[in-house]
C-alpha cells in the first residue's frame, strides 16, 4: 500500500489567499484525521471523520477553516483566507475504525504551508 | 488546566547508554496514552498505545509503562537509528474525548 498521500507537499502563498490541502488516506481505513504542527504548539488535532463523516471539529482554530471529505478515499482542508499565523506542517492520518483512542493512526508525509 | 508535559525536550546518549523518556499529563477520565516517533520531515510513526495504569508495551529496544500521572518510554542500548523526536499524546474525558500531544523528546543517539 502507499500509505497515506498528501498534496501538495509545499505550498507558498500570500495572506488571503485561499488554499487547498488534500489527502488520499490508506485504501480501507475508515476515519481520517487532519493535524497542524508548529514549534509554538505542537500538534494539534484539527478535525477528525468516521465514514466520511465530521465527528469532531473542535480542533478547527477559527471559521477561516473548513474540511469536507466527499468520499472515502478524498478529504480536504481548505483556508479561506489565508493568514501568516496559519504558516506550519499540516498532516493527514487514516485509521482502520473508530476515533483518536480505538486504533493505530497512519500519518501521511505532511504539507509544509507558508503563508506570506 | 489538562496539558501534556515531555521532558527532557532534548536528550543526547552515547550508542549502548540505556536511558528514559517522560511523558507526565493532568488530565481527567484517560482513555489511552500514545507514544509516536517522528523523524525530520516525515509524520509520526505509531509506536505504542497505553490504557491503564502497570501496562507495559516493549517493541525491540523500546519499553512504554504507565502511571496514573505520567509515562517512560525506556530505551535500552540504543542506537544511533534510534535518533529521532519522540511523542507523547493522552485522548481523555468524556463523550467525543480531547487529544493532547506534548511538545516531543528530541533524542540523539551518537555512534
Known amino acids: 500500500d502507499a500509505g497515506v498521500i498528501q498534496s501538495p507537499r509545499h505550498e507558498v502563498t500570500e495572506m488571503g489567499q485561499e488554499v487547498t490541502l488534500r489527502c488520499k488516506p490508506i485504501?480501507?481505513?475508515?476515519?481520517l484525521f487532519w493535524y497542524r504542527q508548529t514549534m509554538m504548539r505542537g500538534l494539534e488535532l484539527l478535525i477528525y471523520?468516521?465514514?466520511?463523516?465530521?465527528?469532531?471539529d473542535s480542533g478547527m482554530p477559527e471559521d477561516r477553516f473548513s474540511a469536507k471529505m466527499p468520499n472515502a478515499s478524498f478529504s480536504t482542508l481548505k483556508i479561506q483566507p489565508s493568514e501568516p499565523r496559519d504558516s506550519a506542517v499540516y498532516f493527514c492520518?487514516?485509521?482502520?475504525?473508530?476515533?483518536?483512542?480505538?486504533?493505530?493512526?497512519?500519518f501521511g508525509p505532511g504539507t509544509r504551508l507558508t503563508v506570506l | 488546566e489538562d496539558q501534556v508535559t515531555q521532558s527532557p525536550e532534548a536528550l543526547r546518549l552515547q550508542e549502548g547508554e540505556s536511558s528514559s523518556l517522560n511523558c507526565s499529563y493532568t488530565?481527567?477520565?484517560?482513555?489511552?496514552l500514545f507514544w509516536y516517533r517522528q523523524d525530520p520531515g516525515k509524520g509520526p510513526e505509531f509506536l505504542f498505545t497505553?490504557?491503564?495504569a502497570g501496562e507495559e508495551k516493549e517493541k525491540e529496544r523500546l519499553k512504554a509503562t504507565l502511571t496514573k500521572k505520567e509515562s517512560f518510554l525506556h530505551i535500552t542500548a540504543p542506537k544511533p537509528e534510534d535518533s529521532a523526536t519522540y511523542l507523547c499524546?493522552?485522548?481523555?474525558?468524556?463523550?467525543?474525548?480531547?487529544?493532547?500531544f506534548g511538545k516531543g523528546t528530541k533524542l540523539s543517539v551518537k555512534p
Open positions: 492520518a487514516s485509521s482502520l475504525v473508530g476515533g483518536p483512542s480505538t486504533d493505530t493512526q497512519y
Open positions: 485504501s480501507g481505513h475508515n476515519s
Open positions: 471523520f468516521n465514514n466520511n463523516v465530521p465527528i469532531d
Open positions: 488530565v481527567s477520565g484517560l482513555r489511552g
Open positions: 497505553l490504557y491503564s
Open positions: 499524546a493522552v485522548f481523555y474525558g468524556g463523550s467525543q474525548g480531547n487529544l493532547i
